[in-house]
Every structure is written in C-alpha cells, then in structure tokens.
C-alpha cells in the first residue's frame, strides 16, 4: 500500500474520531505519511538529493528565534528556504511543507543584492569533502577552526551548512565576497547566500 492510500484511509478514521489523544497521534502518523509522500515525489523527479539538503536548511529554520526570516515562503515569485543563516530562492517547488508564521517575512532580495561587493568565483568544494571535515574536525564552531572556503579572502564557513547549499543547487557556481560578506551560490535551478564564520587563529 502506498504512503498516499495509507493516508487517506487514515485521514477518513480520524473524522470518525471523538477522543482527541487518539487524533493527536493519528495527526502524528498523517504528518510522516505527507513527508514520505514528499520524498517519494522529489525521488521520482530525480531530486531526492535537493529534497533532503533543503530539508536539512528547514530544520534549523523551524529552531530559529526569528519568525519573520526562517521558514519556507514565496517572495517574488521564488520559493524561499531561510533559517536566518543560509538562504535559497528556488526556481521551482522543492516540495517542502511551508512554515506557517503570523508574522510577515522579510524580503531577501536586498540579501542577495551584491552589485557592489567584489565577487570572486572559487572551485566549489565538493559536498564529501565537506562532509569529512565535519567528521574529521568535531569541534563545536566558534571553539575550533571552520571549513576555509577561501584562504585569500579568509573566508571560512560551516561545512555542514555549506554542503546543504551546495546539495540544494547541484552543479552550482560559488562566489565568495569577504571574511564577514555572503557566500554566493547560482546555478539554474536558483541561488543562495551562506553566511561565512569568523575563524579564530
């Protein structure tokens, strides 16, 4: 049986449901029928991988104190993913579940506005690599010394974040501005900025 007949079998019993724990666990069942469903989606479209590095960004957006700059939304016709540190403006519908907030989000077209920065175009590291620095160097960040992104800019960033940057945009160009400045992502599948990290020598 498919997660998506499952679900709707599911979601007919709970109308026929008076006790509310019962309903709040069928809720919970529903919920992780809707996310295989996504998966099962983004696998057979060929993005599996995209789905699961942006669904890496909605994690530590839904733990974000800011309301109005975390979450998944539409802002000028991109689908948005920021979680107040990285941010993604797809093309495309990743699939992602949106993240309802009573509060108006920002707009990230001033984020991504970099006419004036001095843009440099760098060998994108490549997502294992990243990976197994993180593995090889778990120290907490701001105890220890970052990925080096760029050692000329002394630009350094989160491994793990950047790697679900570069997940979410497969086959992306990376740009790096300065030490405090955005790192920039483009490919035709969208953009997005990762903020770098201070490194302590």
Not at 68 to 93: I, N, Q
Not at 123 to 147: C, E, H, M, Q, R
Not at 172 to 188: A, H, M, N, R
Request: aromatic fraction near 8%; glycine fraction near 6%; hydrophobic fraction near 35%.
């Amino acid at each position: 049986m498919t997660s998506e007949k499952l679900y709707h079998i599911i979601e007919g019993w709970k109308g026929q449901i008076d006790n509310p724990v019962t309903k709040l666990s069928m809720d919970n069942v529903l919920e992780t029928l809707q996310e295989e469903m996504r998966k099962e989606a983004a696998k057979s479209s060929g993005k599996l991988s995209v789905y699961k590095a942006a669904s890496n960004v909605l994690k530590e957006a839904k733990k974000s104190y800011n309301d109005t700059l975390h979450g998944v939304f539409m802002d000028e016709g991109r689908y948005c993913l920021c979680d107040s540190y990285r941010a993604v403006r797809f093309v495309k519908d990743p699939g992602l579940p949106k993240v309802v907030t009573d509060k108006e989000t920002v707009k990230l077209k001033r984020f991504f506005d970099l006419s004036k920065c001095d843009l440099k175009e760098i060998n994108a590291p490549s997502i294992a690599d990243l990976l197994a620095f993180k593995k090889t160097n778990k120290v907490p960040i701001g105890k220890g010394k970052p990925y080096c992104v760029d050692a000329d800019r002394h630009v350094y960033a989160d491994p793990q974040f950047l790697a679900d940057m570069l997940g979410c945009l497969p086959g992306c160009k990376v740009y790096v501005t300065t030490d405090i400045g955005p790192i920039y992502l483009v490919s035709e599948d969208g953009d997005a900025i990762c903020l770098p990290v201070r490194c302590k020598e």
